[in-house]
Every structure is written in C-alpha cells, then in structure tokens.
C-alpha cells in the first residue's frame, strides 16, 4: 500500500491571530506552509479565495520558494491554486510542481487538462473537488490527476455542500474511479484512518493541518 497523500488546504483568516501580524495574516501562513512542508506534507492547496490576482501570484511563488527550501528535491511539497488557473499556471515557471484545483463552477476539467496537454507540462497536476459519485467519475473521465471528494463528514467549512457523505459514498467514490481520491471534510486523527481504509488515497484538511501544535508528529500518526 502506497503512503497516503496529505494535503493541507489553507485558510490563513481562520489562523490565530498570535502567529502573526498585519490584518493579512500572509506572513503568519507564509510561517505555517514552511512549517508543514519541513514536516513533510505532501501537497498544500492555496484556498485563499479572497485574494486579488496579483497578491495570490505573490503569495504563490513565496509559497514555492518556501516549500523547496524546506524539503529535498526528492520530497518537494506541491503548491496548489484554488480555481485559479491564470495564477497557477504564471507561477509553475518558479517550479516545476505546481497545479490547480478546480471547484464544481470552475474551469471545466476538460478543457483545462486538454490545454495542460497541448502545453506539454504532464508535471502540472489538475485536480477537481466533486460532491457526488456522477461527478467523480466525470473528472476522472474528464482526465483530472485526482479528486477532492466530500464533505465526508460534518464540518463548518463544507457546510454549503449537503450533508456528510459518510465513509460507505466515499468507499463507492473510490472503487469507481482509478486516479486518486482524496477524503474532505471533517477529517481529524480519530477518522483519518477510516477513509483510508474506504479506498482514500489520502486526505485534505484545514483544521487538522493549521491547529496542530506537532505537524510532524501528526503526520506519523496518520502513515501509522
């Protein structure tokens, strides 16, 4: 069985305000990607919705530089863009690992991929965030790398998405498609383990990743 995939989805707003100053809080998240790639996170998503283009550009490439510095060239963190792809796509010449995340009104999957494809950067990952089996396998369909699926369970940030999906959807979710899905959604070290045994190649989380105290020592408890 391969190491799960774990992918911190940031929110610097719901970091506390001791980390940091300035009503940015860019420098405090700038701090806590550091902290998460040096504990060896796989993936970090860039959730930060709010965010005009440029200032997200910024954040990108720090991101970036942040990660590289903090891991070996075999076991860099992959920075990753919420929705938007100009962003993303501008800051993967900084390096060779970035990709974008796509929501159910973003970019149609397809046509990014075709567009990734035509480019020649295989390298840039292009992910999808889906709510519901139909919309899994069209993304994988659709050649998406992965799949954010959930909320699996109860949680404030996926509340406008329905009701948990529960560990049995996410178990149908992962025998139905073969690119990886990763778990979303109220996910926490008491649960972690359960969606990986749904069939979970990983998961993704906010909470679990930017409350701990021990990033590294959370992590050893999720690979077991």
């Known amino acids: ?9 940031t929110d610097r707003k719901s970091l506390p305000l001791a980390t940091g100053a300035g009503p ?3 420098g405090a998240l700038l701090e806590h990607i550091e902290q998460a790639a040096r504990a060896g996170v796989d993936w970090i998503q860039l959730r930060e919705k709010d965010l005009e283009g440029r200032t997200l550009f910024d954040l990108t490439a720090k991101a970036m530089a942040v990660s590289v510095a903090a891991r070996s ?3 860099r963190t992959r920075i990753l863009v919420n929705d938007r792809l100009d962003v993303a796509w ?24 075709r567009w990734r494809n035509q480019a020649g950067r295989a390298d840039f990952l292009v992910g999808a965030s889906c709510h519901s089996l139909e919309g899994a396998v069209q993304a994988a369909a659709a050649g998406a790398d992965y799949i954010f699926f959930g909320p699996v369970f109860a949680t404030p940030s996926k509340a406008a998405f329905g009701r948990p999906q529960g560990l ?3 178990g149908q979710v992962c025998r139905a498609v ?18 990986l045994q749904a069939g979970a190649a990983g998961i993704a989380a906010i909470r679990l990743f930017q409350e701990a105290q021990d990033i590294a020592g959370l992590l050893r408890q999720i690979r077991g």
Request: aromatic share 2%.
């Open 24 to 26: 940015d809080r860019i």
């Open 178 to 195: 073969s690119i990886p899905v990763l778990a979303i959604g109220g996910i926490a070290v008491e649960n972690a383990a359960a969606c």
């Open 90 to 113: 501008a800051a993967r010449q900084t390096d060779g690992g970035a990709g974008v995340h796509l929501g159910e009104t973003s970019l149609p999957v397809g046509d990014v991929v």
């Open 1 to 9: 069985m391969n190491a799960p995939i774990l992918c911190y989805v």
């Open 73 to 75: 060239a075999e076991r």
């Open 168 to 170: 049995q959807k996410l």
